[in-house]
């Protein structure tokens, strides 16, 4: 089921405006990734400066690194607390923990640390054992940096020493994020302006370009659809005349000799020639039923009494040929004032609707009613035939099948809609509505 019929193409504008916004997206996903990637990479050089520096640092104290530390001697500390503070703790250097294999805090600048225990990870206790060293961002939500919160963002150091008397322990530093980071930022600022302004320029020159390919499009299909719609008023216009010469020539001359027939039937009765006049009578029977399909079929090509006796006659003459074929027919047409370009659609629209059932549809009933608001005309061909999935394949115009897809373009024109509600095995109900006027 797809209830609107609709043959609409986008405007210009809103394709322009599409192409605009996606090339917008698109700058916007460029600059996120740039940023991204140059935090990434400025980040990594903060690490390993900071490492540099810490391990440089982790040396400066390893004379003063004696066994009391282990034994929380306090003159040992004490020593250790005036080298770190003299030579270690900078504006950039803000902490230092020192660490015994068991993850207890031997010595911190910040006091209230020492002595506190907290497990040591894997990589920190391979750097304790092997006297390598490493670093990374700190995770300022872990219990063991409670007391650093207010620090904004930190990297730590971890560097593997060794007591005087040859215990291993962690020398572990924060350094605040380097002038690395700042100095990227600083790069940052100063390119992006000439880079989105160099994207946006870029999007800017191609929206003309969009723009006149867009328009170039749209008239190459306004120009598809005049020629069509040339084609089909060219049709129809011949089909009168066909119809007309048919109505002038033949159908009169055999109207003629079907009366002619009858005539010399009567005689030839009169003068008791039996067998001549029931011979010609059946000739003129049958000639006079043949005027009557020739005349069906021009009714079928071109609708010579719409405008003069109204859409009920016109559309009564479109049905009756189903009902000869046995489908039984219902039509009901409210008298409707309407012009004669909404009479004209009403009435060509039920013709492709009925030569639709007659076609596709293997209905038993089919119903037509037009029924008229003040301002709408509503026409409704309903059949319980096999019915379809409206607007796939075999239904699109690209495929050869022009009747719908152009009564929809037809109704879009006047001002009015096309729907079509159908399914496989459920029949089809086809709606028009367009304005009276
Ligand atoms: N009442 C119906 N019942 C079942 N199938 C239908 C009905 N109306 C249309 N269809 C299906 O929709 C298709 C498209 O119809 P449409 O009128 O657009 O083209 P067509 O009748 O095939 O060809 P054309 O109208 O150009 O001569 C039909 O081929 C048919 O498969
Ligand atoms: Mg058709």
Redesign the pocket.
Same mark, same amino acid.
């Given at each position: 089921m797809r209830p609107h019929y609709s043959p609409r193409p986008a405007s210009v504008g809103s394709a322009v405006a599409v192409f605009a916004a996606t090339g917008l997206a698109a700058l916007v996903a460029i600059w996120i990734s740039v940023v991204w990637v140059a935090r990434k990479d400025s980040t990594r050089s903060a690490v390993l400066d900071a490492r540099d520096i810490a391990v440089a640092k982790s040396t400066t104290v390893a004379p003063v690194l004696s066994d009391g530390i282990l034994r929380d001697d306090p003159a040992a500390l004490a020593r250790l607390d005036t080298e770190v503070r003299n030579k270690v703790l900078s504006p950039r250097t803000v902490r230092v923990k020192i660490w015994s294999e068991e993850g207890r805090i031997l010595y911190s600048d910040d006091t209230p640390l020492v002595g506190q225990r907290f497990p040591l990870g894997p990589s920190e206790r391979a750097a304790l054992l092997t006297g390598s060293s490493l670093a990374h961002v700190s995770d300022l939500t872990e219990p063991e940096n409670a007391r650093d919160h207010h620090f904004h963002k930190l990297l730590e150091v971890y560097d593997g020493m060794r007591t005087t008397g040859g215990t291993p322990v962690l020398f572990e530093a924060y350094l605040r994020m380097s002038s690395v980071t700042a100095e990227s930022r600083r790069t940052m600022a100063s390119v992006a302006p000439a880079f989105l302004a160099g994207l946006a320029l870029l999007l800017l020159v191609q929206i003309p370009v969009a723009w006149s390919m867009a328009r170039r499009l749209q008239r190459g299909r306004e120009q598809e659809k005049r020629l069509l719609h040339r084609a089909i008023e060219a049709g129809a216009v011949e089909r009168r005349h066909i119809a007309a010469d048919l109505h002038d020539g033949v159908v009169q001359a055999l109207a003629g000799n079907a009366f002619s027939l009858a005539a010399a039937a009567g005689e030839a009765e009169r003068a008791g020639m039996g067998e001549v006049a029931r011979t010609v009578g059946t000739a003129a029977a049958e000639l006079r039923q043949t005027v009557r399909e020739l005349r069906n079929m021009m009714v079928a090509i071109a609708p010579p009494r719409l405008h003069q006796e109204g859409l009920a006659t016109a559309l009564a003459d479109v049905v009756s040929p189903l009902q000869r074929r046995g489908v039984a027919t219902t039509l009901s047409v409210e008298p409707v004032a309407i012009s004669r370009g909404a009479e004209s659609l009403v009435f060509r629209a039920a013709q !492709? /609707?009925l030569?639709? =059932?007659t076609? *596709? /549809?293997d /209905?038993s009933h089919v119903g037509v009613t037009v029924e008229g608001t003040k301002d709408t005309i509503r026409l409704r061909v309903e059949?319980n +035939? =096999? +019915?379809?999935v &409206?607007g796939q394949g !075999?239904?699109s115009r690209e495929t +050869? *099948?022009? +009747? $719908? &897809?152009l009564l929809a373009e037809l109704a879009e024109e006047a001002g009015g809609r096309l729907d079509i509600h159908?399914r496989p095995g459920a029949g089809?109900l $086809?709606v028009l509505e367009v304005p009276v006027r």
């Amino acid at each position: 089921m797809r209830p609107h019929y609709s043959p609409r193409p986008a405007s210009v504008g809103s394709a322009v405006a599409v192409f605009a916004a996606t090339g917008l997206a698109a700058l916007v996903a460029i600059w996120i990734s740039v940023v991204w990637v140059a935090r990434k990479d400025s980040t990594r050089s903060a690490v390993l400066d900071a490492r540099d520096i810490a391990v440089a640092k982790s040396t400066t104290v390893a004379p003063v690194l004696s066994d009391g530390i282990l034994r929380d001697d306090p003159a040992a500390l004490a020593r250790l607390d005036t080298e770190v503070r003299n030579k270690v703790l900078s504006p950039r250097t803000v902490r230092v923990k020192i660490w015994s294999e068991e993850g207890r805090i031997l010595y911190s600048d910040d006091t209230p640390l020492v002595g506190q225990r907290f497990p040591l990870g894997p990589s920190e206790r391979a750097a304790l054992l092997t006297g390598s060293s490493l670093a990374h961002v700190s995770d300022l939500t872990e219990p063991e940096n409670a007391r650093d919160h207010h620090f904004h963002k930190l990297l730590e150091v971890y560097d593997g020493m060794r007591t005087t008397g040859g215990t291993p322990v962690l020398f572990e530093a924060y350094l605040r994020m380097s002038s690395v980071t700042a100095e990227s930022r600083r790069t940052m600022a100063s390119v992006a302006p000439a880079f989105l302004a160099g994207l946006a320029l870029l999007l800017l020159v191609q929206i003309p370009v969009a723009w006149s390919m867009a328009r170039r499009l749209q008239r190459g299909r306004e120009q598809e659809k005049r020629l069509l719609h040339r084609a089909i008023e060219a049709g129809a216009v011949e089909r009168r005349h066909i119809a007309a010469d048919l109505h002038d020539g033949v159908v009169q001359a055999l109207a003629g000799n079907a009366f002619s027939l009858a005539a010399a039937a009567g005689e030839a009765e009169r003068a008791g020639m039996g067998e001549v006049a029931r011979t010609v009578g059946t000739a003129a029977a049958e000639l006079r039923q043949t005027v009557r399909e020739l005349r069906n079929m021009m009714v079928a090509i071109a609708p010579p009494r719409l405008h003069q006796e109204g859409l009920a006659t016109a559309l009564a003459d479109v049905v009756s040929p189903l009902q000869r074929r046995g489908v039984a027919t219902t039509l009901s047409v409210e008298p409707v004032a309407i012009s004669r370009g909404a009479e004209s659609l009403v009435f060509r629209a039920a013709q !492709e /609707a009925l030569r639709n =059932v007659t076609y *596709h /549809a293997d /209905a038993s009933h089919v119903g037509v009613t037009v029924e008229g608001t003040k301002d709408t005309i509503r026409l409704r061909v309903e059949d319980n +035939g =096999v +019915g379809f999935v &409206p607007g796939q394949g !075999e239904t699109s115009r690209e495929t +050869g *099948h022009m +009747g $719908l &897809p152009l009564l929809a373009e037809l109704a879009e024109e006047a001002g009015g809609r096309l729907d079509i509600h159908s399914r496989p095995g459920a029949g089809t109900l $086809l709606v028009l509505e367009v304005p009276v006027r």
